[in-house]
């Protein structure tokens, strides 16, 4: 039998957080929370109770107040829709190109990466998402988390 290939795309997690599935906060159902770094909004909306916020990207982090570059969802503070809990940790992502990309490095048995920077997605996720013997239990919470 073939191994499963991972090619490494060098994706950093700000490849992914232009757009985060999130739990509403105003009536817990599937909404989504997107970001424009360029406009310097921030907008969450829910298609089931039709809650839609737009906020400005100026913040404060760690005492310093500036247009960041945070995770659309943590504008508002909405807790994440694609969450699931594993071992003494817990399994994310932040929509489902994040997922199924996770999905694909996790199921493979033969991981390829080329020209990393240090700064890579996969180079900062926790030690757990990387090792063979929690795949299986991975890719379970990746197979509900899509249901």
Same mark, same amino acid.
């Given at each position: 039998?073939?191994?499963? =290939?991972?090619?490494d795309?060098?994706?950093?997690?700000?490849?992914?957080?232009?757009? &985060?599935? &999130? =739990?509403?906060?105003?009536?817990?159902?599937?909404?989504?929370?997107?970001?424009?770094?360029?406009?310097?909004?921030?907008?969450?909306?829910?298609?089931?109770?039709?809650?839609?916020?737009?906020?400005?990207?100026?913040?404060?982090v760690?005492?310093?107040?500036?247009? *960041?570059?945070?995770?659309?969802?943590?504008?508002?503070?909405?807790?994440? *829709?694609?969450?699931?809990?594993?071992?003494?940790? &817990?399994?994310?992502?932040?929509?489902?190109?994040?997922?199924?990309?996770?999905?694909?490095?996790?199921?493979?048995?033969?991981?390829?990466?080329?020209? =990393?920077?240090?700064?890579?997605?996969?180079?900062?996720l926790?030690?757990?998402?990387?090792?063979?013997?929690? =795949?299986?239990?991975?890719?379970?919470?990746?197979?509900k988390?899509?249901?």
């Open positions: 039998m073939e191994p499963k =290939r991972f090619q795309e060098n994706k950093r997690i700000n490849d992914f957080q232009t757009q &985060v599935l &999130v =739990r509403c906060i105003a009536c817990s159902k599937k909404a989504m929370a997107k970001v424009d770094y360029t406009l310097k909004k921030a907008r969450l909306f829910c298609p089931e109770c039709s809650y839609n916020k737009e906020v400005t990207t100026e913040t404060t760690l005492g310093v107040k500036g247009y *960041w570059q945070l995770a659309a969802h943590e504008y508002f503070g909405a807790e994440l *829709w694609l969450q699931y809990p594993f071992k003494d940790d &817990v399994f994310f992502a932040f929509n489902d190109d994040h997922l199924n990309y996770l999905e694909q490095y996790i199921e493979a048995t033969l991981r390829e990466h080329k020209d =990393r920077t240090h700064f890579t997605l996969l180079e900062k926790p030690k757990f998402y990387h090792e063979s013997k929690n =795949r299986e239990g991975l890719l379970k919470i990746i197979k988390l899509k249901k």
